[in-house]
């Protein structure tokens, strides 16, 4: 399709295992957004990179939390040794500017047991 | 203090009611601002943009008063299909691009 997409589209991991989400953002788009979702709050900022460049990281909420968008389309954020409290839904959201309106990706749902 | 804060409701209203959100938000320096709605394990998506002049999209209201650093969404014949979370949402400061700042969400039930 023509829309956001993200996988997978669940994932489970233990706690202190590594989890890698993928975001392909609509074709074109040079800004992406990554957000955490936990149940029953709205989304939270967590970067924003234009093409290949990561200009806010300011969100991450540790050094575990790692994005990266190598040739300024795909991007993958990584959680390393993760924790119960990164259970929840990180959405990737693209544009074609930084401020067009941004479209999201239905989302991974992370559970960590 | 949240930077955006909106009652979680619900709100449980009958078809054809007329309901009205509110949000606050906290940064007087905020340049633009949004109503998001986000079905059950969906994706936000945006429902309009909430100028100081106030706009409306059919059945929907949207009002900003800076003054008071709040946000309104009104939504008259309330359908089934209405049914969903409204997420007010800011983007703070001129950043250079939209670092949005979500509330929590308003949840509405229309019923028959």
């Known amino acids: 399709g023509a829309g956001v997409s993200q996988s997978p589209r669940y994932k489970v991991a233990k706690r202190g295992q590594d989890v890698a989400l993928r975001c392909d953002p609509i074709s074109g788009h040079v800004s992406l957004f990554w957000y955490q979702q936990a149940l029953g709050q709205g989304p939270e900022f967590l970067t924003y990179f234009q093409n290949e460049a990561q200009l806010d990281k300011s969100g991450l909420p540790s050094d575990r939390f790692f994005a990266e968008r190598p040739e300024g389309s795909v991007s993958t954020l990584k959680i390393q040794r993760t924790q119960q409290e990164d259970s929840a839904v990180y959405l990737c959201a693209s544009t074609s500017s930084g401020y067009q309106p941004q479209h999201f990706g239905d989302g991974t749902r992370l559970s960590i047991l | 203090r949240k930077e955006v804060e909106q009652d979680p409701g619900p709100f449980n209203v009958p078809e054809g009611a007329t309901v009205a959100f509110n949000c606050t938000y906290s940064n007087s320096a905020s340049q633009s601002f949004f109503w998001y709605r986000q079905d059950c394990r969906k994706e936000p998506k945006l429902l309009m943009s909430v100028y100081s002049s106030g706009n409306e999209d059919g059945r929907f209201t949207a009002q900003l008063n800076r003054a008071s650093q709040y946000i309104s969404l009104l939504i008259r014949d309330s359908k089934l299909s209405d049914s969903a979370t409204y997420l007010c949402?800011?983007?703070?400061?001129?950043?250079?691009?939209?670092?949005?700042?979500f509330g929590t969400g308003t949840r509405l039930l229309v019923s028959p």
């Open positions: 949402v800011v983007n703070p400061a001129n950043t250079g691009f939209q670092k949005l700042v």
